[in-house]
């Protein structure tokens, strides 16, 4: 199984997810990795993503595993570098036994906001209150949900915003929380906010999901 | 350029961002030195546009020229122009988001008579005067190509150039020549007066005949195997080889089967080569065939067994397209174990199959639908015409009793447990450079009682009947054999708001109707038969195929006598003194 940690950046921010999966399935096909497929009626290839970005938001750490029986992850992130898109370029490769299950695992994302202006410390306040509410569009029905139990972290640099949001089953769309934020002057639109690191859940703290493939 | 920061706010407002930004894998260097920059633009979304094996072609071959930069551009959806317009956004470039006014040479491929509104929409869209004759020196200039250039006359008032036959002549000697006068500091209308000279490329200022280019060794012609592959899905998202060109089979309501004469072939070993380096170089889960009839590929045995062993080897799929019923091959069929089967049989009986000169026998059809069934085929789809020439209620029912021995033969030999079977009907539209292009089509509401009976007699379990739109078809009849008179109907069409027309969900009959009484003129005029003595829109080109024998042929319909197919004998169509014909 070879897993691989690559960017979603500039053009391919903007791609759907299932695009974004059959982009890296042609890249696995043009790098010869010798992919397995599965043995049903239709065979597909196995492969594994972790959770899907909303359209528009850019991505320095998206994980990609392929069961593939090849080794030696400097000549991986040669050959899948040379076969992918620029905007999906990865900087990290690693061969592991067995599936990492990473969609199941990843509890936390880490995302940086460059909103248009300085943004304003009260932003920090979401952090001291025990509730939070924002608007959420659910299959084109706008409800106001609770969420301040996936908010992890708040930090502002100038016009810098860095977030730790909940990712996975618990997930909270960074879009739209961002979008939330306008309550407090911030500017910023889904394409103005990067996912850094994604994060694994490890006797109760997060652990970037790239160290537990090393 | 685009202001980028602006983009990235309206790509979040609009479906499907991804056709708006290009970065897909195999992109070429766009920022090499050069000294001419060209624009391709297809009129329609880039999901239909990416899938253009001509402009795949094009787009390649120019940037493989040294000096030279070949940039994509498609008809952004209603949304995006709508987001444009309300930013003050001039429609940009996929590669550099660069305007229409920042390129050498804007070409237009435009293989849809339907499309011509969107020619106009993209041009409004990019800021430029719509006629060739209000745009100066600033403009780029703006030619078409493509199969519409079978009779350019209702849009030529759009272009400076019209480029007739293959791109790699016309298009190649048209951009070196432009490449050559930018050097030499000639203005446009010296250049165009020098373009005009070119084969296969007509200037509407300077007027006079036209030669139609075509390649004469398609063996050794450009065909790039390092192509795009789009990020986001298109329409025919695969590799495809192209076999031929041309088509022997003489059908005689068909236009591409005389436009794209003479017949040339690849070399099953070129097509292997090119499959192997396409396979390596997209990624593509799939290989396509593609040529006007694929059965009549001289090496067809030879070429499928080669590709089905690369294809297993790579995990590739191979998709056949459909087969004539004639030369339908169970043991091609079986060994690329498709579970549907494809038949044209155009017209339900045998007299009427003589009249078009669809040589294929009520035998064929039995037993090529023996075959198929035998090997376990689920899905049969068959595609007719109706409002052929002498086409009689007789004829309608013997589409019916197709149906009903596909029925019949599943019953008796089939081996899946159902069939489920697609009946689509066209409707007849009469081409240029066609044995029926003198030919009327049939009123509208004749369409609709002959679809209404088929609606009604196919009312069959496991039976799908789905029609082409009448309304559609009257707008395509009367454009496909317009003249010089329509472009003001264009116009017209396209500021009453007809856009994507081809679309069936944009298509608005009754304002082109409106567009075409606001200009005085009667679309009757175009659609309804035309004396053989009158000379014809398109007489300016010269096609290969000549006049003569389309009358030959158009005799030989109405007496019911078949022409055979021209591969091993010649049938004089004409199209051979282009070069190249391999028969």
């Given at each position: 199984m070879i897993v691989f940690r690559h960017r979603k950046t500039g053009e391919a921010g903007y791609l759907s997810h299932i695009d974004a999966m059959r982009v890296l399935q042609r890249t696995m096909r043009r790098m010869r990795a010798e992919v397995k497929y599965s043995e049903g009626f239709v065979p597909h290839m196995l492969t594994y993503a972790t959770t899907p970005l909303p359209l528009g938001v850019q991505s320095v750490a998206e994980y990609f595993a392929a069961d593939s029986p090849l080794t030696g992850e400097e000549e991986l992130l040669k050959r899948f570098n040379a076969c992918v898109p620029s905007g999906m370029r990865a900087d990290f490769c690693a061969v592991v036994g067995k599936n990492p299950n990473l969609v199941a695992r990843v509890v936390a994302s880490s995302y940086e906001v460059r909103a248009k202006e300085t943004v304003s410390q009260d932003v920090l306040s979401v952090l001291e209150g025990r509730e939070y509410f924002m608007l959420r569009n659910k299959k084109g029905v706008i409800e106001e949900v609770e969420v301040r139990d996936k908010i992890f972290g708040i930090e502002i640099y100038g016009d810098r915003l860095l977030l730790t949001l909940a990712t996975g089953?618990?997930?909270?769309?960074v879009d739209s929380f961002v979008q939330s934020l306008s309550r407090f002057g911030v500017d910023a639109c889904a394409s103005d906010v990067t996912r850094t690191e994604q994060f694994v859940s490890e006797g109760g703290k997060f652990v970037a999901a790239k160290e537990i493939l090393v | 350029m685009v202001d980028g920061e602006i983009l990235k706010k309206i790509l979040l407002q609009v479906e499907k961002p991804a056709r708006y930004l290009g970065g897909e894998f195999n992109l070429p260097d766009t920022d090499k030195p050069c000294d001419e920059r060209v624009c391709l633009c297809f009129a329609d979304k880039y999901e239909v546009g990416m899938s253009n094996i001509g402009l795949r072609i094009l787009y390649h071959m120019l940037n493989d020229t040294d000096g030279v930069v070949c940039e994509r551009c498609f008809a952004p959806s209603v949304d995006m122009a709508q987001e444009l317009r309300k930013n003050d956004i001039r429609l940009f470039s996929?590669?550099?988001?660069?305007?229409?006014?920042?390129?050498?040479i804007v070409g237009f491929s435009i293989g849809f008579e339907l499309a011509y509104t969107n020619v106009l929409y993209m041009m409004d869209l990019a800021g430029v005067p719509f006629r060739a004759a209000d745009r100066g020196e600033d403009c780029p200039l703006i030619v078409a190509g493509g199969p519409c250039m079978v009779n350019p006359a209702p849009i030529l008032d759009f272009f400076d150039a019209v480029l007739v036959g293959e791109g790699e002549v016309n298009l190649a000697s048209f951009v070196a020549l432009h490449r050559e006068c930018k050097k030499q500091g000639v203005g446009k209308a010296e250049f165009l007066r020098r373009a005009a000279l070119l084969k296969g490329v007509y200037v509407p200022s300077v007027g006079g005949k036209v030669t139609r280019a075509v390649v004469k060794d398609l063996d050794s012609a450009y065909f790039p195997t390092k192509i795009l592959v789009p990020s986001c899905d298109i329409v025919h998202d695969r590799s495809t080889l192209e076999l031929f060109r041309g088509c022997a089979n003489g059908c005689r309501f068909c236009q591409a089967c005389f436009y794209y004469r003479p017949i040339r072939e690849r070399k099953k070993e070129t097509l292997l080569k090119q499959a192997k380096e396409l396979i390596i170089n997209t990624g593509y889960e799939e290989l396509s065939l593609s040529s006007l009839s694929t059965s009549d590929y001289s090496q067809l045995k030879g070429l499928v067994d080669g590709l089905k062993e690369e294809a297993e080897k790579e995990n590739v799929k191979l998709a056949l397209p459909s087969l004539r019923l004639d030369s339908f091959e169970a043991e091609i069929y079986e060994d690329t174990k498709g579970a549907s089967l494809t038949f044209a049989p155009e017209a339900g009986t045998q007299r009427l199959r003589d009249v078009i000169n669809k040589n294929v026998g009520e035998k064929d059809i039995e037993s090529s639908l023996k075959a198929a069934l035998a090997h376990g085929v689920k899905n049969v789809k068959l595609y007719f015409m109706i409002g052929l020439p002498t086409e009689t209620e007789e004829d309608l029912k013997g589409i019916v009793d197709i149906v009903r021995l596909v029925r019949r033969l599943h019953a008796e030999y089939g081996k899946s447990r159902i069939i489920n079977i697609t009946v689509s009907t066209a409707v007849f539209i009469p081409k240029p450079l066609t044995p029926f292009q003198w030919e009327a089509q049939i009123p509208i509401e004749e369409m609709y009682a002959k679809q209404d009976y088929l609606k009604r007699e196919l009312k069959m379990k496991n039976v799908k009947y789905s029609w082409h739109d009448a309304k559609a078809s009257v707008i395509e009849a009367a454009l496909a054999r317009g003249d010089r008179r329509q472009s003001a109907v264009i116009e017209r069409a396209y500021a009453e708001g007809c856009v994507f027309d081809s679309w069936n969900e944009c298509f608005d009959y009754d304002k082109w109707i409106e567009a075409f009484a606001y200009c005085g003129i009667n679309p009757s005029e175009y659609t309804g038969a035309i004396p053989i003595d009158r000379d014809l829109a398109w007489d300016f080109i010269e096609n290969g195929v000549t006049k003569k024998y389309l009358l030959k042929e158009r005799e030989k319909a109405y007496a019911g006598i078949t022409t055979p197919n021209c591969i091993g004998k010649c049938n004089g169509c004409g199209a051979s003194k282009l070069g190249g014909c391999f028969v």
């Amino acid at each position: 199984m070879i897993v691989f940690r690559h960017r979603k950046t500039g053009e391919a921010g903007y791609l759907s997810h299932i695009d974004a999966m059959r982009v890296l399935q042609r890249t696995m096909r043009r790098m010869r990795a010798e992919v397995k497929y599965s043995e049903g009626f239709v065979p597909h290839m196995l492969t594994y993503a972790t959770t899907p970005l909303p359209l528009g938001v850019q991505s320095v750490a998206e994980y990609f595993a392929a069961d593939s029986p090849l080794t030696g992850e400097e000549e991986l992130l040669k050959r899948f570098n040379a076969c992918v898109p620029s905007g999906m370029r990865a900087d990290f490769c690693a061969v592991v036994g067995k599936n990492p299950n990473l969609v199941a695992r990843v509890v936390a994302s880490s995302y940086e906001v460059r909103a248009k202006e300085t943004v304003s410390q009260d932003v920090l306040s979401v952090l001291e209150g025990r509730e939070y509410f924002m608007l959420r569009n659910k299959k084109g029905v706008i409800e106001e949900v609770e969420v301040r139990d996936k908010i992890f972290g708040i930090e502002i640099y100038g016009d810098r915003l860095l977030l730790t949001l909940a990712t996975g089953n618990d997930n909270l769309r960074v879009d739209s929380f961002v979008q939330s934020l306008s309550r407090f002057g911030v500017d910023a639109c889904a394409s103005d906010v990067t996912r850094t690191e994604q994060f694994v859940s490890e006797g109760g703290k997060f652990v970037a999901a790239k160290e537990i493939l090393v | 350029m685009v202001d980028g920061e602006i983009l990235k706010k309206i790509l979040l407002q609009v479906e499907k961002p991804a056709r708006y930004l290009g970065g897909e894998f195999n992109l070429p260097d766009t920022d090499k030195p050069c000294d001419e920059r060209v624009c391709l633009c297809f009129a329609d979304k880039y999901e239909v546009g990416m899938s253009n094996i001509g402009l795949r072609i094009l787009y390649h071959m120019l940037n493989d020229t040294d000096g030279v930069v070949c940039e994509r551009c498609f008809a952004p959806s209603v949304d995006m122009a709508q987001e444009l317009r309300k930013n003050d956004i001039r429609l940009f470039s996929l590669e550099t988001r660069r305007e229409f006014f920042d390129f050498d040479i804007v070409g237009f491929s435009i293989g849809f008579e339907l499309a011509y509104t969107n020619v106009l929409y993209m041009m409004d869209l990019a800021g430029v005067p719509f006629r060739a004759a209000d745009r100066g020196e600033d403009c780029p200039l703006i030619v078409a190509g493509g199969p519409c250039m079978v009779n350019p006359a209702p849009i030529l008032d759009f272009f400076d150039a019209v480029l007739v036959g293959e791109g790699e002549v016309n298009l190649a000697s048209f951009v070196a020549l432009h490449r050559e006068c930018k050097k030499q500091g000639v203005g446009k209308a010296e250049f165009l007066r020098r373009a005009a000279l070119l084969k296969g490329v007509y200037v509407p200022s300077v007027g006079g005949k036209v030669t139609r280019a075509v390649v004469k060794d398609l063996d050794s012609a450009y065909f790039p195997t390092k192509i795009l592959v789009p990020s986001c899905d298109i329409v025919h998202d695969r590799s495809t080889l192209e076999l031929f060109r041309g088509c022997a089979n003489g059908c005689r309501f068909c236009q591409a089967c005389f436009y794209y004469r003479p017949i040339r072939e690849r070399k099953k070993e070129t097509l292997l080569k090119q499959a192997k380096e396409l396979i390596i170089n997209t990624g593509y889960e799939e290989l396509s065939l593609s040529s006007l009839s694929t059965s009549d590929y001289s090496q067809l045995k030879g070429l499928v067994d080669g590709l089905k062993e690369e294809a297993e080897k790579e995990n590739v799929k191979l998709a056949l397209p459909s087969l004539r019923l004639d030369s339908f091959e169970a043991e091609i069929y079986e060994d690329t174990k498709g579970a549907s089967l494809t038949f044209a049989p155009e017209a339900g009986t045998q007299r009427l199959r003589d009249v078009i000169n669809k040589n294929v026998g009520e035998k064929d059809i039995e037993s090529s639908l023996k075959a198929a069934l035998a090997h376990g085929v689920k899905n049969v789809k068959l595609y007719f015409m109706i409002g052929l020439p002498t086409e009689t209620e007789e004829d309608l029912k013997g589409i019916v009793d197709i149906v009903r021995l596909v029925r019949r033969l599943h019953a008796e030999y089939g081996k899946s447990r159902i069939i489920n079977i697609t009946v689509s009907t066209a409707v007849f539209i009469p081409k240029p450079l066609t044995p029926f292009q003198w030919e009327a089509q049939i009123p509208i509401e004749e369409m609709y009682a002959k679809q209404d009976y088929l609606k009604r007699e196919l009312k069959m379990k496991n039976v799908k009947y789905s029609w082409h739109d009448a309304k559609a078809s009257v707008i395509e009849a009367a454009l496909a054999r317009g003249d010089r008179r329509q472009s003001a109907v264009i116009e017209r069409a396209y500021a009453e708001g007809c856009v994507f027309d081809s679309w069936n969900e944009c298509f608005d009959y009754d304002k082109w109707i409106e567009a075409f009484a606001y200009c005085g003129i009667n679309p009757s005029e175009y659609t309804g038969a035309i004396p053989i003595d009158r000379d014809l829109a398109w007489d300016f080109i010269e096609n290969g195929v000549t006049k003569k024998y389309l009358l030959k042929e158009r005799e030989k319909a109405y007496a019911g006598i078949t022409t055979p197919n021209c591969i091993g004998k010649c049938n004089g169509c004409g199209a051979s003194k282009l070069g190249g014909c391999f028969v």
